[in-house]
């Protein structure tokens, strides 16, 4: 019984001794860390692929409807082309930075000049809101959303290097560059070069492996050999659909032969 009372009593006294000590402690303002950060669980910004280039025709009270195109880029900037259907002159575009608010839900374009406008950021689509930042609804709801381009990774962000156009191989001449083409996924955009010009122009990925090449420009340098980059950039201006390997690709009008091929640099370019 008595060495059950010294236990006790040791064990009161050391119970008593941490409490002091730990308020001791405190007010002495030792630092004593208390996490009351709850952590954050995925959102838009954090679990979606959202960059990239979405497209719709929003509602107008006095056109008939407003053709939208906007362009989120994973720096943080916008692009956005808007035009007023059956208005003169109506086609206006303007670019800018964009925020995201505190859960990454939204996204508020806010251009170089003009209001901000603010957008919920879903699965493949923008959602345009009203003022408020609530989503508009009624009748009109399903037109208040804009869609996001599809995208291949197999095809996009990557250096394809031309090695035969309409059958015939492609060799590098004396002074000519070697002939490429790269599509960036973020814009939707094409570039490359022909063996003598630099090239450029909008393209869009449609379901079952077709595309759709928009106008394409060039510089207008002239070179000795000018024949590979004529039938290269007509070649982009037929074709409507592609097919891609482990490390080539293939473009084509409707069932045809492929009417050019690639191969991939073995330097991918950093995404």
Same mark, same amino acid.
């Given at each position: 019984m008595k060495k059950v009372l010294i236990l006790l009593s040791m064990a009161i006294f050391i119970a008593s001794s941490i409490s002091c000590s730990s308020e001791k402690s405190i007010e002495q303002g030792e630092s004593v860390e208390i996490s009351s950060s709850i952590p954050l669980g995925d959102n838009s910004q954090t679990s979606l692929d959202w960059k990239g280039v979405y497209k719709g025709t929003l509602p107008c009270a006095d056109c008939e409807g407003i053709e939208t195109t906007i362009i989120l880029k994973s720096d943080d900037t916008f692009r956005r082309s808007l035009n007023y259907l059956g208005k003169e002159n109506g086609v206006f575009s303007d670019e800018g930075a964009f925020k995201w608010n505190e859960n990454g839900s939204k996204v508020s374009l806010q251009p170089e000049e003009g209001d901000s406008q603010l957008y919920l950021v879903g699965e493949n689509a923008l959602y345009h809101l009203d003022k408020q930042g609530n989503r508009i609804t009624g009748d009109l709801e399903d037109k208040y959303r804009l869609l996001k381009n599809l995208t291949d990774p197999r095809l996009e962000d990557k250096k394809w290097v031309l090695e035969e156009v309409r059958g015939v191989p492609v060799t590098k001449g004396q002074g000519l560059k070697e002939a490429f083409i790269l599509?960036?996924?973020?814009?939707?955009?094409?570039?490359?070069?022909?063996?003598?010009?630099?090239?450029?122009?909008?393209?869009?990925?449609?379901?079952?492996? &077709?595309? !759709?090449?928009?106008?394409?420009?060039?510089?207008?340098? !002239?070179?000795?050999?000018?024949?590979?980059? &004529?039938?290269?950039?007509e070649v982009l201006r037929m074709v409507d659909n592609y097919s891609v390997g482990d490390s080539t690709l293939s473009i084509q009008k409707a069932k045809m032969a492929p009417l050019a091929r690639f191969t991939l640099e073995k330097q991918e370019l950093p995404k």
């Open positions: 599509f960036e996924m973020e814009t939707a955009s094409f570039n490359g070069n022909g063996s003598c010009n630099n090239f450029f122009g909008p393209y869009e990925l449609l379901e079952g492996n &077709k595309i !759709a090449f928009g106008n394409t420009a060039s510089t207008m340098m !002239a070179c000795l050999d000018m024949q590979v980059e &004529k039938e290269f950039l």
